[in-house]
């Protein structure tokens, strides 16, 4: 069989809803065509989402409730060593008044995140969010990544299910994907040799999921990975996802070199082709994950626009702040009116909805009079 019939096979294949190998989904990331992929995605994400659903979104904010950092991780420019005069520990009053901005303009999700900070316990994290379920009863927390639990369960000295159940008692309502870079170790000691390995960033997520919480999953590729290892890091995942179905989403992002010390051990920044074939490669590999979300953090919103083309059917959220990609040079400021008008251009209907996908505002394409 030659590679370009095999490729084709394993379009159709997946097109119709069957499970890629590791070596299918190697074959497709190396030697597949950009439309060709985009079409298998495509049939793929009609399956779970038929074009009648509108693609959707989240009216979110970031909050980085601190960035002291003693991860040190190569491709971040956002952190401030422990000893630094530049990191900050935000008051409650601060985040407050920001929360505040979020529930004005709408706000359904914070998404609250910092860096490893070797003096916060657990009993920072429970007051910090016992305090905003007081005051918001109705906000979904989506906050701490696998990394900040890790590092909590360090700090305070306890067990991860003990740091898990605290959290959701104190307030915490789901829990984002950051800190997985790739789920690769090879990966994971070249650029972020002091966080958390990729097994356990794995065995937090399990187990949050076992606990009930929902979660997304990430994946930042264009680093010092190879192809092969990309295919690896959706593996890993699907696995867990076919024990616990506890991801809700997945999202790619490409490394944003930028002012970060891994910048000079990449040689080949990743393009808009590279972006598009992860999407749907993505989509192809992740049979058991309903939603893919688009990055118009690090994408911005024409290419964001474009990758519902090819499997994904969100646009993330409307992150009214966005620090740490900004820190490394990239700066995308994508309004709630430019996201809808982007999907409405695109040929689908708009949603508002909640972090677990339920639909709470629409916003019907304006038909024209030719029918567009």
Known sequence: ???EHAIKQTLLKAAEGKRLSFEEGVLLIKHAELLELGWAANEVRKRLHPDSEPITYVIDRNVNYTNYCDAYCTFCAFYAAPSSKKGYVLPYEVIKTKIDELIEAGGTQLLIQGGHNPELGIEFYEAMLGNIRRDFPALTIHGLSPSEIDHITRTSKISLEEALQRLVKAGLSSIPGGG????????????????????????????AQRLGLR?????MYGTVETLEERIEHLIRLRDVQDRTGGFTAFIAWSFQP?????????TRPSTATDYLKMVAVSRLMLDNIKNVQTSWVTQGSGLGQAAFAFGANDFGGTMMEENVVSAAGTYHDVSLATMITCIHQAGYDAAKRDTQYAILEHHPRQLTAVGV
């Open 215 to 219: 979660t997304t999953a990430t994946m």
């Open 180 to 207: 997985a870079e790739m789920l690769v170790e090879r990966v994971k000691n070249i650029i972020s040799p002091l966080k958390m390995s990729a097994e356990r960033w794995l065995e937090v997520m399990e187990t």
């Open 1 to 3: 069989m030659t590679t």
């Open 258 to 266: 930028g002012d970060t010390p891994l910048a000079k051990k990449v």
